[in-house]
């Protein structure tokens, strides 16, 4: 029997209810799929539920999902096909409106991507990720793959990224974390999650102190990948495969806070080769120290 793709009244409220009282938004999801509604289409539910409540009374098909609330602005990226940063033209070889997200060719040079590996082929450890109880950075099984930061403005050379990456995202340096690396050998994968500190998890305000909610993402690819390991957005159907020096960008967060959860998205796994990727995660507001080189 085909799973269930359409929420009925009294499952709409069971949603609204039992948020009220608390109850985990995945449990819910879990809940659904057991009674067989289908698992992507729960989680819309639940999502629509939480950000816009009475607005998802409409019948879901006639419902499109870019419709579950965020509003969407004028996106911070460029509007042309070409970015001018600093020292660099970049060019933007993929654009879609909602989400708003973007595939970009020469963000890194060849040079750049095998330096990055270098310095960080010695330095990396077990990758974490935020707890969602504690706030805190923790080894989760989601996520195989190894990592290491740089520090915003560690030296001339990550100064020099930092700089041209907020040029891409339109931000200010500052509004940058450091960049992270990660390693994924074959088999190692990265599960569907977003990017933002989702208000539901009680770690997040732990996260936003300093900086604020994360407003964007740059997914840099430092090589080919032999098999495998695309960068998808489930939810969307949209698959991105690693090139070197390219990188997907996207954007969840306007201006009112509004979080856009069609940005749900996770590495797929490695199947043959392996993966580095970098990625820069920009803040709302200022989050480190401004590159000066
Ligand atoms: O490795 C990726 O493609 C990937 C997928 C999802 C990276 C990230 N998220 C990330 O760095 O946030
Ligand atoms: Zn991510």
Redesign the pocket.
Known sequence: MNAITQLPTEWRDWIRENLARGCAPQSLIDDMVRNRFDPIFARAAVNGVMTQGAAFAAPVEAQPKAAAGYVYETPRLSAGNLIRTFDRQVRIVTRMKRPMIAVLEGVLSEEECDELIRRSADKMHRSTTVDPISGKHEVIADRSSEGTFFMLNADPFIARLDRRIADIMNCPVDHGEGL?V?H?GTGGE?KP?F?FFPPDEPGSHVQMTIGGQRVS?L?MYLNDVEEG???IFPDIGLEVV?KKGSAVYFEYTNSHGQLDRLTL???SPVTRGE?W?V?KWMRQRRYGEAATA
Do not use: A
């Open positions: 992270q990660l994924y990265y999650h990017d993402t997914v390991g695309t960068t690693p998205h996770g590495g993966k990727i990625t």
